[in-house]
């Protein structure tokens, strides 16, 4: 629909996301999606922890102009209670201790009454209270898996039920999560996660609604249990929303020899790397990597990322993946630094497998394309997420590889043996392939995924 016949009526709808490219992508694809049928306002809050996010904000803000921009500038926040913290983390606790401020901002701003807020999970706590106190129906966008969901809508009662010590945590009505697949930070009280992530937890129970960025087809089972408050008594209603489509803006200027050399390539011949916007794995394990990939006789184009925060990093290749690896590989690999367009890339018809993190939005764009993966989980809710690809059969999930914290390096051969498989797997891309078409179904009118979308638009408008 061209933008001047976007509908600027009907219920207004504001979006409150987090730190991270893998909080903010989703909702931005949500406000996009959810801008053909209702008023869409962004908060921003800033300044923006990556470059990536703030790219992302005005890129998207000037392809979408009838989505209103909203911004927030975060008081200083005091983090000397939390030395060397991930600064997404601070950030997350940093916009939660500023709500009130944030709130007031936004109900003084508003050019237009507000009929709901969507918010990301990490703001739950101190915004689910706040908006109930205004009268404010409030949803909760899950930027990851239902699996996560169920996680995180479980954890608190057994947090509380076994004071604080973690074992394998056997999910009311689902399957049981073993203790290694717990997000690192749990284990420790006293990481700045762990009572935030309890406290969020306890308040998605008090929100009017959770949409989820997944789809029936890849995570029935768990949205049935989640529904029928097996789970946790009680639970809001949950909506599938996912996998939420990409929005359409110029691609950002980052590594632009890619789809060059994409094009050159065989069909379905090259593997693609990538751990993520946020994900730096230790430099000897990078190394084994590459020796795997040079070992797996495979192509592949391979994002390397030495450092949390995208800004902070200054490693050349070179020096990094050893002297010579490059001139070796030149042949049927590309390795580059810095961003890519990831999504565009999974569409390309050269891309074959993605040996990923397994972060949320990486699954769910291999899945909206097709694409069989190879999961090395590192981190948070990955290992979570990794247990729906290898259920589903998206993909495959090497339970034994280390995850960050972990002492022991994955070796070059294993890598190299375990990429091989991955390709030559027939059934796995087969599979693949088809719940890319149940993925596209989901989001078509009359696809799961776009009703859900629809019937909560009709609920902000009160019709139900
Ligand atoms: N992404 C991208 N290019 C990059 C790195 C990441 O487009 O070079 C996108 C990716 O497509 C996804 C998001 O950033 O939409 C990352 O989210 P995900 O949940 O996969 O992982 P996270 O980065 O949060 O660990
Ligand atoms: N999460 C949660 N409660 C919280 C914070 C995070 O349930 O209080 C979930 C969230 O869905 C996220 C996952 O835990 O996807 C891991 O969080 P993190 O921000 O580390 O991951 P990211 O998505 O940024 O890679």
């Not at 962004?42 to 300044?47: A, E, K, T």
């Not at 608190?156 to 604080?164: A, L, R, V």
């Not at 990939?293 to 800004?311: G, I, P």
Request: aromatic residues 8%; contains cysteine; proline residues 7%.
């Amino acid at each position: 629909m061209p933008i001047s016949e976007k509908p600027v009526n009907g219920p207004h709808v504001v979006l409150i996301p987090s730190a991270g490219m893998g909080h903010l992508t989703p909702f931005s694809r949500l406000a996009a999606s959810l801008s053909d049928l209702c008023h869409v306002t962004i908060v921003s809050v800033l300044p923006t922890v990556s470059s990536a996010e703030s790219r992302h904000l005005s890129d998207f803000f000037s392809s979408y102009p009838h989505v209103h921009s909203l911004q927030f500038e975060l008081p200083p926040f005091d983090s000397s209670a939390y030395p060397n913290a991930d600064p997404f983390f601070l950030r997350f606790e940093g916009i939660n201790q500023s709500a009130p401020d944030l709130i007031t901002h936004l109900l003084t701003k508003s050019s237009k009454p507000i009929s709901a807020l969507i918010i990301d999970i990490t703001l739950s706590t101190s915004v689910v209270p706040l908006a109930k106190s205004f009268g404010i129906p409030c949803y909760i966008l899950f930027t990851a898996s239902a699996a996560m969901l169920s996680f995180c809508a479980y954890f608190p009662t057994y947090y509380d039920s076994n004071s604080g010590s973690i074992g394998d945590i056997q999910i009311p009505g689902l399957r049981m999560v073993p203790v290694a697949t717990i997000p690192q930070a749990l284990h420790n009280p006293k990481h700045v996660f762990t009572p935030l992530f309890i406290q969020n937890g306890k308040n998605l129970a008090k929100a009017d609604g959770i949409l989820v960025n997944t789809f029936e087809a890849l995570e029935k089972d768990t949205l049935v249990a989640l529904r029928d408050g097996k789970v946790q008594p009680g639970f809001p209603p949950v909506f599938a929303v996912g996998p939420l489509l990409p929005v359409n803006i110029p691609a950002i200027s980052g590594a632009s020899e890619v789809f060059p050399w994409l094009d050159k390539q065989p069909e379905k011949s090259v593997v693609y790397v990538s751990f993520g916007s946020r994900t730096a794995m230790p430099k000897e394990q990078i190394r084994e990597l590459g020796l795997g990939l040079e070992a797996s006789r495979c192509r592949f184009l391979w994002v390397v990322k030495t450092t949390v925060v995208d800004s902070h990093d200054n490693t050349e290749l070179e020096e990094l993946l050893g002297e010579g690896f490059l001139e070796r590989v030149k042949d049927r690999g590309l390795v580059v630094k810095g961003w890519v367009e990831q999504e565009e890339l999974l569409k390309h018809k050269a891309v074959g497998g993605f040996v990923s993190h397994c972060g949320w939005n990486s699954v769910t764009e291999a899945a909206l394309h097709g694409v069989r993966m190879l999961v090395w989980p590192r981190l948070g809710d990955q290992r979570i997420n990794a247990g729906v690809v290898a259920r589903s059969g998206l993909g495959m999930w090497m339970e034994k590889w280390s995850w960050e914290g972990e002492k022991g390096l994955v070796s070059a051969d294993e890598i190299g043996e375990r990429i091989k498989e991955m390709m030559a797997d027939k059934r796995l891309m087969a599979t693949a392939q088809k719940i890319g078409e149940e993925a596209q179904m989901a989001m078509r009118p009359g696809g799961a995924s776009y009703e859900g979308l629809v019937e909560i638009v009709r609920r902000f408008e009160g019709v139900e």
